[in-house]
């Protein structure tokens, strides 16, 4: 009975050489494809052909955000 046990919460330790981090470099880059394609989305629509904007802070006042 106690050689099942032991069999079952026995684990492998791999060595920092052995350590391939695929899954999260994947993850990664995915996040940095997503990233750049809002920004490109974002200035095609925010950007291109219009001045841009500036909030100053009395168009903050007028809209709440600065009061008291």
Request: hydrophobic content about 45%; overall charge negative.
């Amino acid at each position: 009975m106690s050689q099942s046990i032991d069999e079952s919460t026995q684990t492998t330790e791999i060595g920092h050489d052995e350590y391939d981090p695929v899954g999260t470099l994947a993850l990664i880059g995915l996040y940095f494809l997503i990233l750049v394609a809002l920004w490109i989305f974002v200035y095609f629509v925010e950007f291109l052909g219009n001045d841009p904007t500036v909030v100053t802070g009395s168009a903050l006042l007028l809209a709440g955000v600065g009061h008291r």
